[in-house]
Each structure stands twice: as C-alpha cells, then as structure tokens.
C-alpha cells in the first residue's frame, strides 16, 4: 500500500513544476510583447513624422513650407517681383495664371455670377458672395473691444487699427503713415500734385472722384440725407452718418495718452497733437505754425486780405464766419 504522506508530497511538486513553466511562459508572452512594441511604436512614430513632413518645399527667403513643388515657385514670385501672366490689354501683369484669367472679365465684360435676390452680376464668385451678405443684413465679425459688428472680416481687421493705433502704410516721401492701403494711395498725389477730377460747373479739381461727387451736390443745392430726429440734411452720406453718432453718443476712437473719446478719427488725430506739439500747418507767408488747416486758413487771411463771408442784409465782408454771426446777430436780428 502506497503512502498517502508521499502520494501527497509528490501531487504537490508536480504542481509547483506546473505553476513554475506557466510563469516562464506568461514572461517569455510578456518580453515579446515589449519587444512588438519597441518595434511598432517607432513605425507609427515614422509615419506620424512623414505626415507632419509632408511640406518638403521649404522657401529659403522666408521659410514657408509647400506641399507640392509648383506651390513654392509660384510663392517665390513674391520674392523675385516675376509676373509672368501680362494682359495683352492694358499690360497688367500677374503672378498667377488664375488671377490673370479673372482680370481678362474685366475687358470681356463677362460676369457669369448673378445675384437671386437683385440680380446685379459678378464677374467673380466672391464678389457676389460678398454682396449677398447686403440682402442677409448679416455682419458675423464683431469688434471685441467695443462691439461694433461688420459684414466683412476685412473691414473688422481695419476697423481693429483704430484700437490698436496701426498704421503698416506708409509713404516713402514723407514718412506718413496710414491705416488703408488706398489712403496711402490717394495721400501719394500730394507729392505729384496730380489732381485728377475736374468739375464741369466751377473747374475744380480733386484728388478722388468721391470727393468730386461730393462737390458736386454743392451746385445742385440737393441735400438727399436727412436725420430723423432732428431733421438736419447733408449732402455728403458720410457726413450724415457722423451725425448721427451725436445722437446715439457712439465714440470709439480713443486717445491712449489721456483716454478721450472722439466720433472720428479726424477729431482723434486733432486731439492727439495737443500731446506732441504737432504743428504741421505753417504760413506760407510768416513762421507761424498751426496744429489744424482751418486756423491756418483763418490766420492767412490776415496776410491776403481775404473776406469770403459777406452779410446778406447790408453786404458788409468777414474774415471769419463767427465775425459774420455775431454781426447778423447784433445789427440785423429782430
């Protein structure tokens, strides 16, 4: 008869022998699982890396990356000023083909995009879905320092200079700089002296052909602009809008030195040499300078003679407008 002490003994060896090879194999399963995975996770980390690498085309002049080989050549005619596409036209040339094209609509006259709503056409897509946001009243770009809304995301990063006091124009005759590209642009015929646009009723000349049309209403006595809560008219649309901003109180053009609030920019820029001492109006006929064009126009007058305000009840000349008020208002009011 066996023994049941050794019978036991031996049940209990064979099972540590068991437990013992299970352990080495869950080890060995475990090691090769690290080893797959040193393995794998370099791969990913390759493809991870080609992705990100995908812009291979890297411009030397300022380092921006391309995609493809064809992106970085046209992106280097910023660079080298080449514009290889011309107008046969007018000789305008262009850096890309697709630019050239939509110009040529221009002496085509083809505008195949046209608005549902009014049916005005577009020689561009963009051009009518910029338009289309007039129909939707929509303006989704809002200023985030004063919380005035714009149809355009352009107008809101112009709009956003006022704040900022930006002004990345600048004219390379004098150093003036401006917050619009077409500021500089109009401010440049100063030094040229170009007048451009001329008035049929009186021969005078302008600089830009808004401030012809402006003129004009002068001739026509027409005055379309009318405020509702007061009832004054205007000729000039632009004028009216600024009024307005007196009744509603709207200032947003801030003074970073004192924090003064101004309607326009033009007050603000009046405002702000009281700061720097700016004087840039000076007499042509003595030293004296000014800080605004009407105090010089004014004080000219003292050297020309010049009385352009004349009363109407006993045709007695002025130098300036208040001399004729306070004349009306002393001698000729009831």
Do not use: W
């Not at 009318?226 to 053009?253: A, M, P, R, W």
Request: net charge positive.
């Amino acid at each position: 008869m066996r023994d049941p002490e050794h019978c036991r003994m031996k049940h209990t060896e064979e099972q540590r022998v068991v437990m013992l090879k299970n352990e080495e194999s869950e080890e060995e399963e475990k090691h090769h699982h690290v080893k797959t995975e040193e393995k794998t996770c370099p791969q990913a980390e390759n493809i991870s890396l080609l992705k990100r690498d995908n812009k291979c085309f890297t411009c030397h002049q300022c380092g921006k990356s391309f995609t493809f080989k064809k992106s970085l050549k046209v992106h280097m005619r910023i660079h080298t000023g080449e514009r290889p596409f011309t107008c046969d036209q007018c000789g305008k040339s262009f850096t890309q083909q697709v630019h050239h094209k939509e110009h040529m609509k221009i002496h085509t006259g083809e505008k195949p995009y046209d608005c549902d709503q009014c049916g005005r056409i577009f020689s561009r897509a963009t051009g009518l879905s910029s338009h289309m946001l007039v129909h939707s009243q929509e303006k989704p770009h809002s200023c985030s320092l004063c919380g005035k809304s714009f149809k355009y995301k352009q107008s809101l990063e112009v709009h956003m200079r006022i704040h900022t006091g930006e002004k990345p124009f600048s004219c390379d005759q004098c150093g003036k700089s401006f917050v619009e590209k077409g500021t500089l642009k109009t401010h440049m015929i100063i030094h040229t002296g170009e007048k451009l646009h001329k008035c049929d009723q009186c021969g005078k000349t302008f600089l830009r052909t808004s401030a012809l049309k402006r003129h004009l209403t002068v001739h026509s006595q027409e005055k379309p602009h009318s405020c509702s809560l007061c009832g004054k008219s205007f000729y000039d649309l632009q004028n009216f809008k600024v009024h307005q901003k007196i009744h509603t109180g709207e200032k947003v053009h801030v003074c970073f030195e004192c924090g003064k609030c101004f309607i326009t920019t033009a007050d603000l820029k009046r405002h702000q040499r009281i700061h720097t001492g700016e004087k840039p109006y000076k007499c042509s006929h003595c030293d004296k300078r000014f800080n605004q064009s009407g105090h010089l126009k004014q004080h000219e007058r003292i050297h020309t003679g010049e009385k352009p305000y004349h009363c109407t009840a006993c045709g007695k000349s002025f130098s300036q407008a208040f001399s004729l008020h306070s004349h009306t208002k002393n001698n000729h009011s009831k």
